[in-house]
């Protein structure tokens, strides 16, 4: 369900992207740790690692993907076009001005 906001103010939109953009900041940092202990525990590899409270799994496993630049080469365009699903994605994206 997506909330309709209405008489919204300029000052309101100018201090909710400064909030964002001050948000990201803080995240950004903590995220690339995160990243950084993922790629130590996947290095290490599959199993599971104890902590005090928590515990890390790593599992590696097959993922299967669809090659479309071929399957676009073997259908026809009308049957490429009756196979693709087009969705609408809304992204909302924090960038300096």
Do not use: Q, W
């Not at 201090?15 to 525990?41: G, Q, S």
């Not at 996947?42 to 479309?68: F, I, P, Q, W």
């Amino acid at each position: 369900m997506v909330a309709v906001v209405r008489n919204i103010t300029r000052a309101v939109i100018r201090r909710d992207v400064e909030r964002m953009a001050e948000i990201e900041a803080t995240v950004r940092p903590l995220l690339e740790e995160l990243d950084a202990l993922k790629a130590k525990f996947r290095e290490m590899g599959d199993g599971e690692y104890l902590g005090k409270t928590h515990k890390v799994v790593v599992n590696t496993s097959a993922r299967v993907t669809l090659n479309s630049a071929e399957v676009k080469a073997r259908l026809s365009p009308a049957d490429y076009a009756a196979c693709t699903i087009v969705k609408e994605v809304t992204r909302v994206v924090v960038k300096e001005a």
